[in-house]
């Protein structure tokens, strides 16, 4: 990649439309993920509003979809947020790697916290330079909020017009889920970590109240406490 | 869903993200910290895979939403774009309701 050329305006700058081409397809097909969000949200009992109050508040998907999940399974509150927030935290750990990459005032780094996720922060570190690592945030950021909250309301208006049942959408969400969780299973370490939380998960089931087993599965984590074999990097791709 | 719900997940999750962004700086965190934070998603996520598929409330049950989703990871794995998977999931589950 070339390094872009700072006295263009970004929109100008040819050396960044690659990048800027990579972050709105991305943003597209995530998209996608606000859509089957959408649905399966009001097929586990929430009112279009509050679908959409999700993605436009929350904003970090995989919390969305857990809180949903439990709550529509009939977990407690605590439940519900403690596993959401659980996910929600790797988010604090992307704001470390982003605050190294970003210009500005304090007004303009809050509005970059509610864009600091999964996407935004692979896309903007995988540039080669300080500019375009800002234009690749921004552009993902802005881009994924628009895709994300359109795609809920579209979702989340088709799954009040259907029954869920009957079209299999109860199992969108786990099917998402397997799309979430498959690119990370290249490492082994992941690997391991998810082996020890779906176990934890089902053998707690029976006997802890709903929502509690995906707290439990955290302790898969614990597999990190072990040096890796090469050196330890942050790992940003989702 | 409650909203009481959404107003604590809203202010959660954006207290982590503007905990690292703006308070906590450049600074970075021990490796074995970041290790095990980075394993989250991993964990959490294939528990949530498992309740989704295999309970019903507390208790273990094997229905159609097991061979749906076995067939969502076979897609997965085989690199199947996002919607396709999905969509595999939910007809081939609402396919063996049928039966």
Redesign the interface.
Known sequence: MNESVPNLPWWKDATLRPAIAACLTLSA?VG??GF?FGVG?VA????VL??C??SL????G????????V????GS?GS??G??????????????A???R?DGG?GR??L???L??DETTAMAVAQPDRRSQQVAFWVTGVALYAFWNIGTLIGALTGSAIDP??????????????????P??S?P???K??????V???VT??????GV??LL?????????QK?VDA?K??VA? | ??????I???L???A???????F??????P??F??????????????????????N????VLD??AL??AV??IA??RKA???V??V????????V?QI
């Open positions: 097909a996608v993920f089957s949200s586990a009992g929430s009112t509050q679908t109050a999700l508040l929350v904003f970090t995989a919390s969305q979809f857990s809180a949903v999940s709550i529509g399974a009939g509150i519900a947020l596993g959401a927030l659980l996910l929600a935290a790797r988010n604090g750990v992307y704001g470390l982003m605050s190294r970003l304090l780094k809050l970059a916290a509610q600091t996720i049942k009957t079209f299999g959408l109860d199992a969108a969400f786990p099917a998402g889920f397997i799309a979430m969780v498959w990370l299973f490492d370490r992941a690997r970590a998810a082996a020890i939380g779906g934890i998960c089902l089931v029976p006997f802890t109240p709903i087993p995906i599965s955290v302790f898969g984590v614990l597999v990190g406490l890796p330890p942050l790992e989702s | 869903m409650t909203w009481t719900l959404i604590l997940l809203t959660g999750a954006y982590f993200k503007v905990t690292g962004l703006v906590l700086g450049g600074r970075s965190l490796p074995i970041e290790r095990c934070l980075a394993l989250i998603p991993a964990a959490v996520v294939t528990a949530l895979v498992m309740k989704d598929t295999f309970t409330g507390q208790e273990l159609a939403r749906g989703i969502a990871g997965a794995w774009p996002l919607i998977v999905i595999l999931g939910a007809v081939v589950t609402a396919l309701r």
